[in-house]
């Protein structure tokens, strides 16, 4: 059998409703999470994940 591993949220820690394996590989992915309804851009290899972290959107002057 597959070895498994339920996805946490990276701000509140909780399970989220996707598995990953050991083979899985996600690029640019939004995971929602149901329980802090924060979603946040991750990437995943090897059962890894990171998190994206975008610039803000600058003020623009005239």
Known sequence: MEETMWL????CKNKTRIRLRKDTVLE???LFCPKCKQETLINVRQQN???V????AQTQSR
Not at 8 to 11: F, S, V
Not at 53 to 56: C, G, L, N, V, Y
Request: proline letters at 21%; glycine letters at 0%; hydrophobic letters at 30%.
């Open 53 to 56: 972290r975008e610039p803000d």
């Open 8 to 11: 946490h949220c990276p701000i």
């Open 49 to 51: 994940m990171s998190v």
């Open 28 to 30: 640019n992915i939004p």
